[in-house]
């Protein structure tokens, strides 16, 4: 019989829908009856492509009888983070706290007053590797709540007024500069792998927004250290495992530090920053390889992750049945054994698609089979051979069992979806491209933005969901927005942006000292407020917020946005020099407010050659208005006359206008000049 979570639309909470387990979605009502019945509750956090998160659902809380344990002395809530992700920051940092690591599935006990007392991620069914089992645990928090309640609410409240303190002391009004830039190069420099691309070890990350800040500190600088970190771990990631060599797209994270085995999971978000990335790559150097992947990953969106209603799904699952054994596997669907190449290739074609895609019979994933990569070797292959290869694959591989998708449309994600798609449709002349990112931002705006322009995190199928926007779900689509009126010369995008930035100003700041919260003013009250500048898997919501309110006062002459978007870099001063590599966003925006940004105005036409060359200059963080002589549209286009007639371009920055040009290489020369 399915429990409470049947009338859910998050597709996470839905595969619990059916366990014996009682489950609760996050309510008020939950907590209520754990008030109610005198028991703990246990939180479990998750998402819907989570490996662990679907091994641990099967071990317990598809088990009849942990659930009759879970049922009996607990009201259990099941969250999807990616739905709430306040309620996941929340828990996550008391965890990390607690523990010293955190991860999904996340496991934590608490007090019907909603106060954390023990902490967990995966617990296996049976004691293993040092490990106890998750009925152990069960007992155990049981026998601590009935029989030392008095010492575990003490602990719990001692570890909400931990969080609590640890309130941002950032309210630094000092801007980053040339030193705290330097020190983070410094500081990523002694952290990059010169042997194999990234930062770091095992298990290595995209570090996307990290890449982005070398691009930028290069095109602003001329350091070439910078770029050539940015160009090895991009050329890296795109020979690996880590990317889908027959379908486009990445996968959330390498285990290993050579970026060969990757966990499978293809995240919207990682695919949006990536693609990004790349098309930037390829604005910096012309890099064939970079507009390759970028083109490939942003078909691979279009492809697999847009929805009927024209937004992009949250994720494509790790797993998927193995047709030999029926199991769900991770990576079946994309892993393959020289035999499998034999049957679909033939012996001669197989032997080349071996050599060229690194497929072994010892194997570099389980039970001898391989990750197609391209391994560095010095082999000349013949390149319509290789690609009727690749064809060849992709369509035996769209025969198999294909990974689940979460169908979830999440705002922010959306948002950096949008910026990735019209700005790599825009430098390739994939219209295709710019027009499914308006079709995206046409969704956002009809189904996620009240008339008050207040944001929802999620929809479904067209039904929007019941959760606030945070933060990073008003940065992310506001700067989705801007590259959409930079892209397309569209000023409802921008003034849709600013209702959203609007928000953030009245609603997400600190009057007092300009630092930035994860939820609004009037949000639902957790424990504690949540407030992160450092960056995760996604840009943080601060930095984010930083970025946009620095791009739309560029647009508009705003100085309030302008004031706001420098009062929250003060905390890149903070942390640049200590933690680079986890505030890579910031110092990328950092960078865009030491080159000015630079206003573009190209008074002509649309998508013309000046408004081409205007999108795919370089300097760092750069706005771009194009529009008709007289155009209204957008504020840089005011008082911008044609030129003998002609189409014209006009540059600022830091108040102060070059003279109009009217030639794409006057205009490039202007965009290319570093400012060092």
Excluded at 404 to 411: E, I, L
């Amino acid at each position: 019989m399915p429990n409470r979570l049947a009338h859910e639309t998050s597709p996470y909470l839905l595969q619990h829908a059916d366990n014996p387990v009682d489950w609760w979605p996050w309510s008020a009502e939950a907590f209520a009856e754990a008030q109610r019945r005198g028991v703990p509750v246990l939180l479990s956090v998750g998402y819907s492509s989570c490996h662990w998160c679907h091994v641990m659902a099967h071990e317990s809380f598809e088990d009849g009888a942990t659930a009759a344990v879970l049922n009996e002395n607990f009201v259990n809530i099941k969250v999807d983070r990616e739905e709430r992700p306040d309620v996941d920051a929340v828990y996550m940092e008391a965890v990390q706290a607690a523990t010293g690591q955190g991860g999904w599935p996340m496991t934590v006990f608490l007090t019907p007053d909603a106060q954390p007392f023990y902490f967990g991620t995966y617990f296996p069914p049976e004691p293993r590797h040092g490990m106890p089992s998750f009925t152990q645990v069960l007992h155990g928090v049981r026998d601590a709540w009935t029989e030392r309640h008095g010492e575990v609410t003490e602990v719990a409240g001692k570890i909400t007024a931990d969080l609590a303190a640890r309130e941002m002391p950032y309210g630094n009004t000092e801007l980053p500069g040339e030193n705290e830039l330097a020190q983070a190069l410094l500081g990523l420099t002694r952290e990059y792998d010169a042997t194999y691309g990234g930062f770091g070890g095992a298990p290595k990350f995209p570090p996307s927004m990290v890449i982005e800040f070398l691009l930028r500190h290069h095109a602003r600088t001329g350091a070439e250290g910078a770029l050539q970190m940015a160009v090895d771990t991009c050329e890296r990631m795109a020979r690996g495992g880590i990317y889908d060599q027959l379908g486009g797209g990445f996968a959330r994270y390498s285990v290993d530090r050579e970026f060969t085995v990757p966990h499978f999971e293809k995240m919207l978000y990682d695919n949006a920053l990536l693609c990004r990335a790349y098309a930037h790559l390829w604005r910096s150097t012309g890099s064939e390889l970079a507009k390759r992947v970028a083109l490939e990953t942003a078909d691979f969106m279009v492809r697999e992750l847009r929805t009927n209603e024209g937004g992009f799904a949250s994720a494509l699952d790790a797993d998927s049945e193995d047709p030999a054994s029926g199991k769900h596997i991770e990576g079946a669907y994309y892993v393959w054994t020289p035999q499998q190449l034999t049957e679909v290739l033939g012996e001669a074609d197989a032997e080349v698609a071996a050599r060229r895609f690194g497929v072994t019979d010892e194997g570099t994933f389980e039970e001898g089979a391989s990750v197609l990569q391209l391994p560095q070797e010095d082999g000349v292959f013949d390149a319509g051979q290789i690609e009727r290869i690749r064809e060849r694959l992709r369509e035996a591989r769209s025969r198999r069992p294909a990974p689940g998708r979460d169908d979830k449309v999440v705002a922010a994600w959306n948002g950096l979806a949008i910026a990735a798609l019209a700005e790599t449709g825009a430098y390739f002349g994939r219209q295709d491209l710019v027009d499914a990112a308006v079709c995206a931002g046409d969704l956002l705006v009809r189904l996620h933005m009240d008339p008050l322009a207040r944001l929802a995190r999620t929809s479904k199928d067209g039904h929007v969901g019941g959760n606030a926007g945070v933060l990073e779900d008003y940065a992310d689509v506001a700067e989705g927005f801007l590259a959409l009126a930079s892209v397309t010369g569209e000023g409802v995008w921008l003034e849709f942006a600013g209702f959203l930035l609007d928000h953030i100003l009245d609603r997400f700041t600190d009057a007092e000292s300009g630092a930035l919260y994860d939820t609004a003013v009037d949000a639902e009250k957790l424990i504690r407020r949540p407030q992160d500048p450092t960056d995760n898997a996604v840009p943080s919501g601060w930095t984010a917020a930083a970025g946009a309110l620095l791009s739309y006062a560029a647009h508009t002459g705003s100085e309030p946005h302008r004031t706001a978007a420098e009062r929250a870099l003060g905390v890149v001063k903070a942390l640049a020099p200590r933690a680079p590599r986890f505030i890579g966003n910031g110092l990328a925006v950092a960078e865009a407010l030491l080159d000015g940004p630079r206003e573009i105005a190209v008074v002509g036409e649309v998508g013309g050659r000046l408004h081409h060359a205007a999108l795919t200059g370089t300097a760092p963080g750069a706005v771009v208005a194009a529009g008709p002589e007289g155009s209204d549209e957008l504020p840089l286009l005011a008082d911008r006359p044609l030129v003998d007639g002609g189409e014209a371009a006009y540059v600022c920055r830091h108040f102060v206008c070059d003279a109009p040009v009217t030639e794409v290489e006057q205009l490039q020369r202007m965009l290319g000049e570093s400012q060092a």
